[in-house]
């Protein structure tokens, strides 16, 4: 036996295909100086593996697609709301659901029924529309993750876990009556998709509970934080993922969901919660941001299909092909010795462009040069995670100089083999080959708000 570990192969096969265009590297130098050298300004069908976001990206099964033709688009009462309600129940727990068109309409709406003015939302690491929401209804969030996720060398198996010790000290602090709520995110999307362990939120809720504080989850990537405790947290490798993730979220109150990510849909989500006093407030609040309490702004058919998808992703054979693929990806980059995040997390793999390309200053915007050197070398388009998305600081109008400065390959689920994640870690290594050659980028137009989405460069 010649192999260093027993092969692992999705648990699927291909059944409709859709064929990518080919383009040659003097067209990709013509693409990428027309979208300005930004990777989000490029046209899909130009790309030729889209490695951008995992967010709606998923592929769906012939199960889902058949459940999208029992869509029931009756206005109120559809069957497929209660064929996801009861999903819900079964893999979460919850007691009562309100659908939602994504994550932040769930996010919207439980942070208006749950913050007051002034009030404190601690979590672990934030999240771009999470912490926005809580924002609007007057919220202050407070980072109470363990400082090693900061790190990006540092492996730890629970490098999203809550410092208990920061969330004890804020109750101190600020009173528990002036605590809305606990976040947890599981896994963390912004330290890289890093799990949170069973032990952990067991503690959180316990100490939260004792001051009278409710935990709401962020459940996006909840599954595939259940694998991680199935493979890493002692005592549970014997569990099912499904029987992970119940418990796991038996240890909040409240869950907010974007189905564009574990549940294999394009587009959906829904906010879950125990409380009936709670409940019967977002029931109302639904009717003004996304429609009735049966649909919550998604068609019938999506709301089969996120039912399905939940059925789907829940199973071990899908996570651990899900998950394994990205540290697949992440172990052919070790074996080039390129500069990644550790430890690999559970959607994606970042470059240390740092790391990749020392010559190229902070200022000169090394993430969003290595981005588009990638896409020009292969066809493969990633995103900037560093200076650009950092953006600027409102007071001073200086730009923020954040400690990483990544790039992020994320993996939509069910839709690149390995063959495709091969030919990834071979063109990276090639723009590796001449990283000395390699020059930064000069900023030419900035719009005023997120910038990384719209900005545009020249090569320097
Ligand atoms: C994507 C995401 C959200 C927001 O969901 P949308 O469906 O994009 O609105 C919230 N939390 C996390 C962790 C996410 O990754």
């Known amino acids: 036996m010649k192999f260093e570990r027993r092969p692992w192969a ?14 040659s590297q003097s067209d990709r130098e013509r693409f990428i100086k027309e979208a300005g050298y930004n990777t989000f300004l490029l046209h899909s069908e130009d790309v030729y593996i889209d490695l951008l976001t995992d967010s709606g990206t998923n592929a769906m099964s012939d199960y889902q697609w058949a459940g999208m033709m029992m869509g029931d688009e009756a206005y109120a009462g559809s069957k497929n709301y209660y064929n996801l309600e009861n999903n819900v129940r ?50 202050t969030f407070v980072d109470v993750i363990i400082d090693e996720a900061h790190d990006s060398q540092f492996n730890h198996p629970f490098k999203g876990n809550v410092s208990l010790e920061k969330f004890s000290n804020l109750i101190n602090k600020v009173g528990a009556e002036n605590i809305a709520y606990i976040t947890i995110g599981a896994t963390v999307n912004m330290a890289g998709g890093q799990p949170v362990s069973m032990e952990n939120i067991k503690a959180v809720h316990k100490l939260a509970h004792q001051h009278g ?23 549970y490798q014997n569990k099912s993922v499904a029987e992970i993730l119940k418990e796991f979220a038996s240890y909040s109150d409240a869950a907010t969901m974007s189905g564009k990510k574990d549940l294999l849909v394009n ?68 074996r080039y010795d390129i500069p990644t995040v550790k430890p690999f997390g ?33 066809g493969v388009r990633a995103m900037e995670r560093g ?32 063959a495709h994640l091969d030919i990834t870690a071979y063109s990276i290594a090639e723009v590796y080959d ?5 020059t930064g980028l000069k900023m030419i137009y900035e719009p005023k708000y997120l910038r990384f989405f719209q900005a545009r460069f020249e090569r320097l």
């Open 213 to 235: 504080i409710k935990v709401v989850l962020d459940a996006t990537r909840a599954m595939e934080n259940a694998y991680f405790i199935q493979q890493r947290e002692p005592g």
């Open 346 to 378: 559970g959607h994606a793999i970042f470059l240390d462009a740092k790391r990749f390309y020392p010559q190229i200053p902070q200022s000169q915007y090394p993430a969003q040069t290595l981005a588009a050197d990638i896409y020009v070398n292969s």
């Open 90 to 139: 079964k893999y979460y727990g919850y007691k009562h659901l309100v659908p939602t068109h994504q994550g932040r309409g769930a996010e919207n709406m439980l942070s208006q029924c749950l913050i007051k003015k002034g009030q404190y939302v601690p979590g672990n690491m934030y999240f771009t529309t999470t912490r926005a929401h809580q924002e609007l209804a007057g919220g």
């Open 434 to 438: 001449k990283r000395d050659k390699a």
């Open 10 to 23: 999705e648990p699927y096969k291909i059944k409709v295909v859709e064929p990518l265009k080919m383009t």
């Open 267 to 334: 587009i959906g989500g829904f906010v879950a919660v125990n409380d009936d006093d709670l409940f019967e407030e977002l029931r109302n609040m639904v009717v003004l941001y996304e429609g009735l309490h049966t649909y919550g702004g998604l068609a019938g058919r999506d709301m089969e299909a996120m039912a399905r998808g939940m059925e789907e992703a829940v199973h071990d054979d899908h996570m651990k092909a899900r998950v394994e693929q990205v540290g697949y990806l992440g172990e052919l980059l070790d």
């Open 387 to 418: 200076i650009v998305s950092a953006g600027r600081n409102k007071e001073t109008g200086e730009e923020y100089f954040p400690a990483l400065e990544l790039v992020r390959l994320t993996i939509p689920r069910r839709v690149y083999t390995q």
